[in-house]
Nanobody, 124 residues
Framework: QGQLVESGGGSVQAGGSLRLSCAASGYTYSGLSMGWFRQAPGTEREGVASIDNYGGGTTYADSVKGRFTISKDNSKNTLFLQMNSLKPEDTAMYYC?????????????????WGQGTQVTVSS
């Protein structure tokens, strides 16, 4: 059975950086895209960034463009999210997802497989 394990979350001050990792194992098909999502208490899960599993293209939510970078290491089956210039509004549980049914989708409903999440807290 497939598994996604996120790591790298933590507490930082505004303006700081964090690098999230997501190790994938046991999946025979990772779909068209992989992505990072986040969910703050009382809000819906939202797409942050997505990467095309074949062409390597990327897309980002407007709120993180220029600050976050998604990448992956195919040799290690690991997805990354480099987060710079963090803001208090970035505080959320961050999830990685695979099995995207469309290229570069930021819609949570388009992904089949999810990790358990890693908490990111940004203080002002």
């Amino acid at each position: 059975q497939g598994q996604l394990v996120e790591s790298g979350g933590g507490s930082v001050q505004a303006g700081g950086s964090l690098r999230l990792s997501c190790a994938a194992s046991g999946y025979t098909y990772s779909g068209l895209s992989m992505g990072w999502f986040r969910q703050a208490p009382g809000t819906e899960r939202e797409g942050v960034a997505s990467i095309d599993n074949y062409g390597g293209g990327t897309t980002y939510a407007d709120s993180v463009k220029g600050r976050f970078t998604i990448s992956k290491d195919n040799s290690k089956n690991t997805l990354f999210l480099q987060m710079n210039s963090l803001k208090p509004e970035d505080t959320a549980m961050y999830y990685c997802a695979t099995g995207g049914m469309r290229y570069l989708s930021l819609a949570p409903g388009q992904y089949r497989n999810w990790g358990q999440g890693t908490q990111v807290t940004v203080s002002s």
